[in-house]
């Protein structure tokens, strides 16, 4: 995202009387493999009776991994006594530990626990509920490599998942919609810069911040801004395409 210098007047952030923020998001992006989540919508401006647009960004990102375990000879999974499971939950974290402090040095810590999930893919394991090492560490932090194996654990799940992904599969987050945004604070201005284009800038600390309720799902969307253009070419001396002229119509008021 560039930097660009402030040249609009600025006014200060409308909450709600609770301290929430009214955020409407329509669009979304992410940087440095997740380490950075923007969300990009509109927000009410009582000084000039209208809303403007507003990015979010979403600090608190963790990368969640699954390791499935690698069972013993002659072992059938969910076959292990409860002993055995925890001797080898054990040596699959010895191992996880080891191999970040040895080969992911980037990775400072992480924190684990065994859990169930179902599986159902491609892969030649057996549909329905199995055991895996759930694994998460700070999305500013590099992720795994997508086909890391070790001597405890078969393979790795999520390991390249997007983090806006993961955000929005994790807050319900179903289509351009109205959210509540709690602990929401305004992004300071570095030297008068901003990061976006948006008349607002904000960001929270945890994505658990991010919550749809039953009145945001009864207001009424509020009016877009869209950009309508084309652009016409013609054949440069160098016989290659080259843009001649780019016309557009801008509609601040889309319902």
């Given amino acids: ?113 065994m859990v169930n999930r179902k599986y159902c893919f491609e892969m030649p394991i057996a549909h329905g509920d199995h055991k895996f090492l759930k694994i998460k560490y700070p999305a500013t932090q590099p992720p795994l490599p997508n086909n890391l194996t070790g001597n405890t654990f078969e393979c790795l799940f999520g390991a390249n998942q997007s983090m806006l992904e993961l955000f929005i599969l994790k807050r319900k987050i179903k289509g351009p919609c109205w959210l509540t945004i709690k602990n929401v604070q305004q992004s300071p201005k570095n030297n008068n810069f901003k990061h976006t284009w948006c008349k607002q800038e904000v960001y929270i600390n945890s994505p658990k911040d991010v919550e749809i309720t039953i009145d945001d799902m009864n207001k009424a969307s509020p009016p877009i801004t869209c950009l309508s253009f084309s652009i016409k070419t013609c054949r440069s001396s160098n016989n290659t395409n080259e843009i001649a002229m780019i016309s557009g119509l801008v509609h601040s008021s889309i319902n």
């Fill in 1 to 113: 995202l560039h930097r660009h210098l402030i040249q609009d007047t600025e006014y200060p952030l409308k909450c709600n009387d609770d301290g929430s923020l009214s955020f409407f998001w329509f669009d979304a992006h992410e940087e440095s493999y997740g380490a950075e989540i923007y969300l990009f919508g509109k927000v009410w401006q009582p000084e000039i009776n209208q809303f403007v647009s507003c990015s979010l960004k979403v600090h608190g990102m963790e990368r969640t991994l699954f390791a499935l375990p690698k069972m013993p000879k002659n072992k059938l999974r969910g076959s292990l006594t409860p002993e055995e499971e925890k001797t080898q939950q054990d040596s699959m974290i010895i191992e996880f530990n080891n191999l970040r402090q040895n080969r992911f040095k980037n990775i400072t810590g992480f924190k684990c626990k």
